[in-house]
């Protein structure tokens, strides 16, 4: 789930056309004034910053603990999901982007260094390096499988967890978000402002669907698919079919988005907030204040964890959201 817009050359994951995006004008399909004014603006006092490494690009809760990855600082950490401590940095190849967890290790996709490491979820050691495609900038676990987004092959690897085979699949102009419905895989093209679906076990692709300018993240809810579009600060959902079922503004950049405990989270780059759609009205029920440039996001059961690449920090806020959704 923490897959964000990266550009191909620069360091920051939020394309290099953000600053102009936030300016520009943009068309929008907004919720009305009465709308807006219901929302609920959470105060900053249920929110707890811990210091982490530098630039936090992604963020993972592993049922105990949370990772993080440090995108300049070419490592993990673990913290501790109920005080935020340190339990340990590990060292990863170069510009760790992305996270994944399969049950029993955590998966590292490292940008520059085009391969993904599995690591010991118990103590952080280093089990396996996996060569990919280029740029490997999104992860997922299918329950099954490893999916990995390759950003500049413009193709998705499938490893499956079983005997380690490998199969690479092409996709959509820099693939870098992914999200599962149990059956088919559906992959978020930044560049070419689609998405591809794919089917689980073989990979046949089933269909390229336009979503939004700049597709930065995906989720799906156990119904439809929702794509976050980080240049026209809303979000798109999608049908089983691909078709549009709707557009919900939200705020500034919109980089990450998540299904958790019932609810549709997105993470607003620009605004440094996270927006609480209610999946059943489409409307924006509560407001959340984080870090510095969010880029990443989780939950644990009760909190949501932001990953602020502009402050290394991650943010803890409470929420009264309800057990994380499978």
Not at 74 to 87: E, I, T
Not at 111 to 120: A, E, F, I, P
Not at 204 to 228: E, H, K, Q, S, Y
Request: contains cysteine; charged residues 15%; neutral net charge.
């Amino acid at each position: 789930m923490q897959q964000q817009a990266r550009p191909r050359h620069g360091l920051l994951k939020i394309p290099s056309a953000f600053v102009v995006a936030l300016v520009a004008s943009a068309f929008c399909f907004s919720q009305t004034q009465a709308d807006t004014a219901k929302q609920t603006q959470v105060p900053p006092s249920q929110k707890v910053d811990f210091a982490v490494g530098r630039k936090p690009d992604a963020i993972l809760f592993d049922g105990a603990n949370i990772w993080v990855a440090n995108e300049l600082g070419d490592s993990v950490m673990k913290l501790s999901a109920s005080d935020g401590s340190n339990l340990g940095t590990f060292p990863t190849g170069i510009r760790p982007v992305a996270l994944a967890y399969d049950g029993e290790t955590i998966w590292v996709a490292n940008r520059h260094s085009n391969n993904v490491m599995r690591l010991q979820a118990s103590d952080g050691s280093l089990v396996e390096t996996i060569k990919v495609g280029r740029s490997p900038e999104a992860l997922l676990f299918d329950g099954n499988s490893i999916w990995v987004a390759n950003g500049e092959d413009n193709s998705v690897t499938k490893i499956r967890l079983n005997d380690g085979a490998q199969c690479t699949f092409r996709v959509g102009t820099r693939p870098i978000a992914i999200a599962s419905d149990g059956s088919h895989i559906w992959v978020a093209n930044n560049n070419s402002s689609n998405v591809t679906k794919l089917r689980a076990d073989d990979g046949t692709n089933l269909g390229t669907f336009a979503a939004g300018r700049g597709p930065t993240g995906i989720a799906f809810d156990g119904a439809n698919l929702w794509v976050a579009n980080f240049y026209s600060k809303s979000v798109i959902r999608l049908n089983g079919d691909g078709s549009v079922r709707d557009r919900i503004t939200v705020e500034d950049g919109p980089a990450d988005i998540g299904f958790f405990g019932g609810f549709i989270m997105v993470l607003n780059y620009g605004s440094r907030s996270v927006s609480q759609i209610d999946p059943q009205t489409g409307k924006i029920v509560k407001t959340f204040t984080v870090g510095r440039s969010p880029v990443g996001l989780a939950f644990d059961g009760v909190n949501i964890w932001v990953a602020n690449a502009g402050n290394n920090s991650v943010s803890r806020v409470r929420t009264s959201l309800g057990n994380p959704t499978p």
